[in-house]
């Protein structure tokens, strides 16, 4: 697209002067997924991948906790998120004294925090977790404490969906996606009446009556896969939009049919932002002293598990 051409030109100089690696999550539009990112994937991939990267900077095109997940794994490095006011519903639900509220009133229950929170949530959690090993570290986080319950913050549908499948106890908080709560099973069954055969793939993030409709759910590295390794003739993505255009590119034997909704997080990186931001070296993400050491353990302890 001749549009974008002079952005993606400068950003691909930009990274070499920089010596810069622009991580992507998956729902990022096509010209930063496809033409821009080193990296691509999702919270969870990109929490692995940053470990560790050679790069003097790194790139967030993604929200504002993915970029503090890089931070923490690599504190020596540059990491620049374009846009400061790229947040998450999720990450805004829940505060750290909300968190030593939930463990005063349940002593002895692990607290496993979803990786879409802050910081500061972070420093008071026993284990993180992502939609893509959700399953796995809530069992081993009941298993290490011992009990049939644990803290499962702050996505109350998450934790309820992932919940039904381990049958271990989850106490949740009322956080919601604000892409992912608004879809309902009405939706899928109108779109499978218009669609016959279509295959429905629901995000752990959207309410359980939506994942019940589903024929799937998974995190978007997995709808990746499925999309991958099945190839559908149709199927409907009930996530955020821009996971059908870039899964559309790729998988040119399958249609993707809608509704999807739009992050407006997500949307706030653009080509613009992202050259901007390596031009300027800005903005730079700061975690506080105080809170690295704690934060970063939680995030560690899910990629050893
Ligand atoms: P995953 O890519 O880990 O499935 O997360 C989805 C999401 O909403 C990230 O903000
Ligand atoms: Fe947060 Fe939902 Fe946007 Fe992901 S899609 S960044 S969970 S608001």
């Known amino acids: 697209d001749a549009h974008f051409r002079d952005d993606i030109a400068a950003i691909l100089q930009l990274k070499k002067e920089r010596n810069a690696v622009i991580l992507a999550h998956n729902y990022q539009t096509p010209e930063i997924f496809h033409c821009i990112a080193d990296i691509q994937g999702d919270s969870l991939a990109l929490a692995r991948k940053a470990q560790g990267l050679e790069a003097d900077v790194i790139l967030m095109a993604g929200v504002h906790f993915m970029a503090e997940t890089v931070k923490l794994l690599n504190p020596d490095r540059t990491v620049l998120i374009p846009d400061a006011h790229a947040g998450c519903s999720l990450a805004e639900s829940i505060t750290a004294r909300d968190v030593r509220q939930l463990k005063a009133r349940h002593p002895g229950v692990p607290v496993v925090t979803y990786v879409n929170s802050s910081a500061e949530v972070k420093a008071e959690t026993d284990i993180c977790c992502t939609s893509g090993n959700a399953r796995r570290v809530m069992k081993y986080a009941a298993a290490q404490a011992g009990t049939g319950r644990v803290i499962m913050i702050p996505d109350e549908f998450l934790a309820t969906n992932i919940s039904r499948d381990t049958g271990i106890e989850a106490i949740t908080w009322p956080g919601h996606c604000e ?115 704690r934060a970063r353990a939680s995030v560690e302890r899910m990629l050893a598990v």
Request: net charge negative; glycine share 4%.
């Open 179 to 293: 892409v992912h709560e608004l879809f309902t099973p009405l939706q899928i069954k109108q779109y499978r009446r218009i669609h016959p055969g279509v295959v429905v793939i629901a995000h752990p993030e959207c309410p359980p009556e939506v994942i019940e409709a589903a024929d799937f759910s998974g995190s978007t590295a997995e709808m990746i896969a499925f999309i991958t390794e099945k190839k559908p003739q149709k199927a409907l993505l009930v996530t955020e939009c821009s996971m059908s255009d870039n899964l559309a590119q790729l998988n040119p034997g399958t249609e993707f049919v809608r509704p999807c909704n739009l992050c407006p997080h997500m949307k706030r990186i653009t080509l613009k932002g992202i050259r901007h931001a390596l031009e300027t070296m800005q903005i730079p993400v700061e975690i506080p002293a105080s809170l690295v050491e």
